[in-house]
């Protein structure tokens, strides 16, 4: 079966720092028509989950610059260059090379 | 604006039945392939099921297969969820999500979620 993990399961980080979180699936995500079937989503606290990048490293609509998406093949990382004070909540990857698949999230929050 | 409502969610005995809605607006519904994806208190998120623009086919996770039936109403812009044989972990706030496409197994905006809790 596949599965997906994410490291870390938290991070806390200072302002205005760079964070990066690690996602790795079991099996390639990489279609074989080229396209890689991997997102990122963010929940903050208390809201529904919002899609910040897809197919890799495409950032969805409205979604800052500070968000970037990186990998291939089975690893994944999503970076943000200088986190900011609202960007604290849990970050999870997705793929949908199969039927969709969350990894278990990964928690951000300020020092 | 891309608008998802759900609604339906209360408090139901194990075995029991609910059916769960969403309202969509802001977009051409019937273009679109929707999802139901849940989150168990303090858990994360689990994909459940999805249908694709005309309702003609339809995929469910193995934890909700037989129990579970996805549907749409193109003419009211609005999803369902029948909820059957209802257990203490289908637990959970439920969110609709719009499909990329009309096929798509990606989503890219959320509803607000609807708590189903099972309990006796």
């Known amino acids: 079966d596949l599965v997906m993990t994410q490291t870390p399961l938290s991070l806390s980080v200072t302002p205005g720092q760079p964070a990066s979180i690690s996602c790795k699936s079991s099996?390639?995500?990489?279609?074989?028509?080229?396209?890689?079937?991997l997102y990122w989503y963010l929940q903050k606290p208390g809201q529904s989950p919002q899609l910040l990048i897809y197919?890799?490293?495409n950032r969805f609509s409205g979604v800052p610059d500070r968000f970037s998406g990186s990998g291939s093949g089975t690893d994944f990382t999503l970076k943000i260059s200088r986190v900011e004070a609202e960007d604290v909540g849990t970050y999870y990857c997705?793929?949908?090379?199969?039927?969709?698949?969350f990894g278990g999230g990964t928690k951000v929050e300020i020092k | 604006e891309v608008q998802l409502v759900e609604s339906g969610g209360v408090v139901v005995h194990p075995g029991g039945s609910l059916r769960l809605s969403c309202a969509a607006s802001g977009f051409t519904f019937y273009h679109y392939a929707m999802h139901w994806v849940r989150q168990a208190p303090g858990k994360g998120l689990e994909w459940i099921s999805l249908?694709?623009?005309?309702?003609?086919?339809?995929y469910y996770a193995d934890s909700v297969m037989g129990r579970f039936s996805i549907s749409r109403d193109n003419s009211k812009d609005s999803l369902y969820l029948q909820m059957d044989s209802l257990r203490t972990d289908d637990t959970a706030l439920y969110y609709c999500a719009k499909g990329t496409n009309g096929v798509s197994w990606s989503f890219d905006y959320w509803g607000q979620g609807t708590l189903v809790t099972v309990s006796s």
């Open positions: 197919e890799v490293s």
């Open positions: 249908i694709t623009w005309n309702g003609n086919d339809a």
């Open positions: 997705m793929q949908s090379l199969h039927l969709p698949l």
């Open positions: 099996q390639s995500l990489r279609h074989s028509g080229g396209r890689t079937f």
